[in-house]
């Protein structure tokens, strides 16, 4: 069984950071696609940033250029480096796993970020 445990997450003001992480059981990590995604109370989920298993990554325009996602495949660990946060950003943060070999997926919990004006 595959569980994806969150961290990092809590209050910050506008224009600060926090770290997101992500950490992994099982086996699957090396072979895995990690993401990040976040829904606000009201929206979708949307993914906000990506990493492959060769650490190809991609980020929704939003936060380009302010958040970094990373992963430790010697730690099956994912993190999300946030930077410059606006109001905007709040929502809670869940990490994803997709393997590669069968697309199967699996969520965290989630991580509640919140950016105060």
């Known amino acids: 069984q595959v569980q994806l445990v969150e961290s990092g997450g809590g209050l910050v003001q506008a224009g600060g950071s926090l770290r997101l992480s992500c950490a992994a059981s099982g086996t699957i990590f090396g072979g895995s696609v990690m993401g990040w995604y976040r829904q606000a109370p009201g929206k979708q989920r949307d993914l906000v940033a990506q990493?492959?298993?060769?650490?190809?990554?991609d980020y929704a325009d939003s936060v380009k250029g302010r958040f970094t996602i990373s992963r430790d495949n010697a730690k099956n660990t994912v993190a999300l480096q946030m930077n410059s946060l606006k109001p905007e950003d709040t929502a809670v943060y869940y990490c994803k796993a997709i393997a590669v070999f069968n697309g199967q997926s699996y969520w965290g919990q989630g991580t509640q970020v919140t950016v105060s004006s």
């Open positions: 990493i492959t298993q060769t650490g190809r990554t």
